[in-house]
T-cell receptor, first 112, second 111 residues
């Protein structure tokens, strides 16, 4: 069982609010990722990190930011939520093995 | 053109059947290939890596055809518990740790 956690699991929020999705892993993995997945669609990379103080943008990053101050923690922030942000957000981590090893359970976000 | 393309299905097969999925990728420089399984409303989980020589894990066999740029997954003796969406995953060339995910192929095994 993967030791990667996401909170909240479900979030319903109004347009314009600032939200932070939390992701933590206790495996000491250097590499962490945020993906967005709509129902029946592929995962899209939003942000990734190869270690502390390292963050890079993926394909859908323009409306969100991340930080990596500690190895185990990789929060994702939406400065101003919009209905188009309604989706499932998946956090993942890996340790130098060349593939995404573990996914968290996901946060289902609904923006009204 | 998408980086990774899969037939979304659904594939509805009886228990005990053999079923095969294909996935094509567009970048010939891709080096790493995987199959993930995703249950409904759950996170993806690694099913198996795909090696150049092909590899088998129990009832599951994965093959890679670099010349035609496709990978395949064969499931023998299907079980009800195999019902899920199977995601084809290909690394982005020259990145090592960034990946393209297919939209997945839906499999339902029927009693």
């Amino acid at each position: 069982e993967a030791d990667i956690y996401q909170t909240p699991r479900y979030l319903v929020i109004g347009t314009g609010k600032k939200i932070t999705l939390e992701c933590s892993q206790t495996m000491g993995h250097d590499k962490m990722y945020w993906y967005q997945q709509d129902p029946g669609m592929e995962l899209h990379l939003i942000h990734y990190s190869y270690g502390v103080n390292s963050t890079e943008k993926g394909d859908l990053s323009s409306e969100s930011t991340v930080s990596r101050i500690r190895t185990e923690h990789f929060p994702l922030t939406l400065e101003s939520a919009r209905p188009s942000h309604t989706s499932q957000y998946l956090c993942a981590s890996s340790e130098g093995t060349g593939y995404v090893e573990y996914f968290g359970p996901g946060t289902r976000l609904t923006v009204l | 053109r998408k980086e990774v393309e899969q037939d979304p299905g659904p594939f509805n097969v009886p228990e005990g059947a053999t079923v095969a999925f294909n996935c094509t990728y567009s970048n010939s420089a891709s080096q790493s290939f995987f199959w993930y399984r995703q249950d409904c409303r759950k996170e993806p989980k690694l099913l198996m890596s795909v090696y150049s020589s092909g590899n088998e894990d129990g009832r599951f066999t994965a093959q890679l055809n670099r010349a035609s740029q496709y990978i395949s997954l064969l499931i023998r003796d299907s079980k009800l518990s195999d019902s899920a969406t199977y995601l084809c995953v290909v690394n982005r060339a020259n990145t090592g740790n960034q990946f393209y995910f297919g939209t997945g192929t839906s499999l339902t095994v029927i009693p």
